[in-house]
């Protein structure tokens, strides 16, 4: 069964620091894509990344980079040297190509402080 | 840009009350869904549409209804209104529903029942 798992539900960082938020996803696909959305305290998601499931390149922009390591089935995000604007509920999400379904996991809360 | 616009921001309903949460975008999308989210929970589908005319049932269809009589606007209606309604309702929109394709949300509508 599709299933995207944030165990961090919420992590306090100070401005500056490096910070890694978790994403595992399960899935019997071999096509598939993962997401990450951002939801700043304005409320609306906006969308940061897809990968689909045969480009394990890790990407970076930024400060911004992600690690997609299909032997783990984890979609990581790094955030290098923080910022009190990267504050907010980060979402990693799953969409199979099989069932034509978008499945989010509980979310992350970073708290940035200066 | 607009892009999705979503009203109320909050609104409070007696139980068995009835309201509808409005729902535009003006991107031409012709995919269009509306969420729930509930503490420590990942977003579920409540209903989507492929284009006027057309909506169909997603993960939590009970107690809603949703009608798509135009491209932009895609309304949710809550005929009944019970406190397992509480939530943060997201209207999202699409280009496409391949699984690739990122979805572009609105600020959401706070709702409690009471």
């Known amino acids: 069964a599709q299933k995207v798992t944030q165990a961090q539900t919420e992590i306090s960082v100070v401005e500056k620091e490096d910070v890694t938020l978790d994403c595992v996803y399960e899935?019997?696909?071999?096509?598939?894509?993962l997401f990450w959305y951002k939801q700043p305290p304005s409320g609306e998601l906006v969308f940061l990344i897809r990968?689909?499931?045969?480009?394990?390149q890790n990407e970076i922009s930024g400060r911004y980079s992600w690690n997609f390591q299909k032997s783990t089935s984890s979609f990581n995000f790094t955030i290098t040297a923080s910022q009190v604007v990267d504050s907010a509920v980060y979402f990693c999400?799953?969409?199979?190509?099989?069932?034509?379904?978008?499945?989010f996991g509980t979310g992350t809360r970073l708290q940035v402080f200066p | 840009n607009a892009g999705v616009t979503q009203t109320p921001k909050f609104r409070i309903l007696k139980i068995g009350q009835s309201m509808t949460l409005q729902c535009a975008q003006d991107?031409?999308?012709?995919?269009m869904y509306w969420y729930r989210q509930d503490p420590g929970m990942g977003l579920k589908l409540i209903y989507y549409?492929?284009?006027?005319?057309?909506?169909d049932k997603g993960e939590v269809p009970n107690g809603y209804n949703v009608s798509r009589s135009t491209t932009e606007d895609f309304p949710l209606r809550l005929e009944l209104a019970a406190p397992s309604q509480t939530s943060v309702y997201f209207c999202?929109?699409?280009?496409?529903?391949?699984?690739?394709?990122?979805?572009?949300f609105g600020s959401g509508t706070q709702l409690s029942v009471l």
């Open positions: 990968r689909n499931s045969f480009d394990e």
């Open positions: 899935t019997r696909d071999t096509t598939y894509y």
């Open positions: 999400a799953l969409s199979e190509v099989s069932t034509d379904k978008l499945i």
């Open positions: 549409s492929v284009g006027a005319g057309i909506t």
């Open positions: 999202a929109s699409s280009y496409s529903n391949s699984p690739n394709e990122k979805l572009f």
């Open positions: 991107m031409n999308h012709n995919y």
